[in-house]
Structures are given as C-alpha cells and as structure tokens.
C-alpha cells in the first residue's frame, strides 16, 4: 500500500535558528508533495504544492525564503523552517499524491515542531 | 476558489447515540471528498472518501458519509458513537483542477460516558 513517512516525529529548536524536516513516500510515486502546517488549536493550511517538473508554488503567507523546499525525485521532500519563531510552532504535514483522474494525497503523521 | 466549511467547532454526544458532522463546499468542479480523524496530538487516518457512484460511502470504524451535489454537503454519520470516537474530524476537498487539497476548520467530537 501507500505509506508516507515523515522524520522526524517531534522536535524542538531555540526560537532564531532552523529546523529541516523530511517526507518519504512508499509504495508509489509522488508526482505531488504539498506541506501543511497546523497551529495550535487550528486547521491545516496549505503551505506549498511541489509537482514534478513544475515550479513549487507557495501560498499566501509563506515563502521560498522562510520554507525551503526541496523534492528531488518521487519519493522524497524536505522542507526547512529558517528562523524559527513562536508562530511557527505545531504540527506539519506532508502530503504526497500521485496526481491523476482521482486526484488524493496521503499524509504522514506529521512533524511536530516545538519553537523555544 | 474552492472551500470547505464545517459549521460546527464542536459537538457533544453521549456514547450511545446517533451523530452527524456537517460538511459543506464550495467547488465548481467535480469534487473528490474525505473524511480524516485527528486523534490527540496525532496526525491524520482517513475515515472514508468519495469520488463517484454510491452517494452513500462507507469507512471505518461504522462511519458513513453522504454525498448531496445539489446541497454541496457531505456530511458524516455513525449509528451508535463510542466514547474512543472523541477526536477532531476534517472534511477534504480535493480539486482536481489545481491539485490542490482543502481543509475545513474541523469539529472536535466529545462523547460523554
């Protein structure tokens, strides 16, 4: 089946410095990875959408220059948050489709970030 | 644009009973929908979905949901909720057209003993 893993679980970092986060897909071919972030207390909002052989497209609100992402190849992104804050604390995820007719993604657990 | 909207923050059932969690959307495409569970500090487990046929799905755990293109709903059911059932429940839309999923606000689901 279908398996999106996402290293790591938990992590904490001091408030001004960075933390990389990575999204492995099993089991198919992410032709799509798109990150998540869920702040306390709230929904999941769409932080970028990387398709294969397309610009990454950030959303509203963040940027290339504050979440770096990189998706090499089918089955592997990773996202950094430079300088971390108190408002970049919560639950990201990863979630990798492989496009299609019926278009799906499927999430991983999630990275939860805790910014000191 | 395309929108999910979950009316209800929360809702309170005893174990027992009957629920329903609203969902509506706003889409002018074919919408793929889903129904994900966010237990406690945990990520997603999808509960069921809809792509087309059956208005009617089924998912885990006794959770079904219904499809209404003409009300643009698609709202969750289960029978008889157990108090394990308490949790945050997501309606998704995805949007072919974009390759982009949409999250509503979520319901949190308190089931009294």
């Known amino acids: 089946g279908a398996l999106v893993y996402q290293y790591p679980r938990r992590t904490i970092c001091k408030s001004g410095t960075s933390m990389r986060m990575e999204c492995q897909a099993v089991?198919?071919?992410?032709?799509?990875v798109a990150w998540y972030r869920q702040s306390p207390q709230k929904t999941f909002e769409l932080i970028a959408l990387?398709?294969?052989?397309?610009?990454?497209?950030?959303e509203q609100n963040f940027t290339q220059e504050k979440f770096p992402i990189s998706h090499p190849n089918l089955s592997f992104s990773s996202m950094t948050v430079l300088n971390a804050y108190l408002e970049d604390r919560g639950l990201y995820l990863c979630?990798?489709?492989?496009?299609?007719?019926?278009?799906?993604?499927?999430f991983g657990p999630g990275t939860r970030l805790t910014v000191l | 644009a395309q929108s999910v909207t979950q009316p209800d923050a929360r809702v309170t059932v005893s174990e027992g009973a009957s629920l329903q969690l609203r969902c509506k959307y706003s889409y002018s495409g074919t919408p793929y929908l889903f129904w994900y569970v966010q237990y406690p500090r945990q990520g997603l487990q999808l509960l069921l979905k809809y792509y087309s046929g059956d208005p009617v799905v089924q998912g885990v755990n006794g959770f079904e949901a219904e499809f209404s293109k003409s009300n643009s709903s698609f709202h969750l059911r289960k029978a008889s909720v157990h108090w394990s059932d308490s949790a945050v429940y997501f309606c998704?839309?995805?949007?072919?057209?974009?390759?982009?999923?949409?999250f509503g606000t979520g319901t949190r689901l308190q089931v009294l003993p």
């Open positions: 990387s398709t294969v052989n397309s610009a990454i497209k950030y």
């Open positions: 979630g990798a489709g492989t496009g299609g007719h019926s278009y799906e993604q499927y």
């Open positions: 089991g198919f071919q992410a032709t799509s």
């Open positions: 998704v839309l995805s949007a072919l057209n974009t390759n982009k999923v949409v």
